[in-house]
């Protein structure tokens, strides 16, 4: 079936240390997204990929880091630099390109803080 | 002002209800508009895109108002199945790129 995968669904990071979160999309879209969410609030941008090798912040980039070696994947970072790193992140894909074109979601990790 | 804004909630209505959400957004040059479903815990789906003319599937309608800037979700005949929080999310001109609303809760009791 096609789909989004993100891995793991839960994990948890000690002080000082980098965890990387797994996205994989068999859909061929071109863009994928990492969103945050906070508990009872709405998802924020993290950063971006519009076509494979290329990536953009978005707006709450800072302590994270992403890569887009293949279309398939885009794994994100959490840094040690990242404070409040305790969330649920979400990735997502979509068509590039103009119109009408809506966000399909993975089910998400939740990361919490040891 | 934030970008999209949405009524928190909670909605707790009964089974059998009609229900509306209303949504304003800012961006004037805005060109896209969907209705998501998140339920707890859970990946946000889409529920339904927007279309200026307004649209409907099933007991769920959508409409947008340009002019002020706002969009709305109708739900007839609710169920308890549609409790969930509902996110208004709209596109921006340029790229991809959305815009989450905060989301309205919606609990339906029997």
């Known amino acids: 079936d096609g789909g989004i995968t993100q891995s793991p669904k839960y994990l948890f990071r000690k002080e000082g240390q980098n965890v990387t979160l797994s996205c994989e999309q068999n859909?061929?879209?071109?863009?994928m997204y990492w969103y945050r969410q906070d508990p009872g609030q709405g998802l924020r941008l993290i950063y971006y990929?519009?076509?494979?090798?290329?990536?953009q912040k978005g707006d709450i980039a800072e302590g994270y880091s992403v890569s887009r070696e293949k279309k398939e994947s885009f794994p994100l970072t959490v840094t040690s630099a990242q404070k409040n790193p305790t969330a649920f992140y979400l990735c997502?894909?979509?068509?590039?390109?103009?119109?009408?074109?809506?966000?399909?979601f993975g089910d998400g990790t939740r990361l919490s803080i040891l | 002002r934030k970008e999209v804004e949405q009524d928190p909630g909670p909605f707790n209505v009964p089974e059998g209800a009609t229900v509306a959400f209303n949504c304003t957004y800012s961006?004037?040059?805005?060109?896209?508009f969907f209705w998501y479903r998140q339920d707890c815990r859970k990946e946000p789906k889409l529920l339904m895109s927007?279309?200026?003319s307004g649209n409907e599937d099933g007991r769920f309608t959508a409409q947008l108002n340009r002019a002020s800037q706002y969009i709305s979700l109708l739900i007839r005949d609710s169920k308890l199945s549609d409790s969930a929080t509902y996110l208004c999310?709209?596109?921006?001109?340029?790229?991809?790129?959305?815009?989450f609303g905060g989301g309205t809760r919606l609990m339906v009791k029997p």
């Open positions: 997502a894909s979509s068509i590039e390109g103009a119109g009408n074109q809506p966000q399909h």
């Open positions: 859909l061929n879209h071109d863009a």
């Open positions: 990929s519009q076509i494979v090798n290329d990536f």
């Open positions: 961006n004037s040059a805005s060109q896209s």
């Open positions: 927007v279309y200026s």
């Open positions: 999310v709209v596109k921006g001109n340029a790229g991809n790129m959305l815009t």
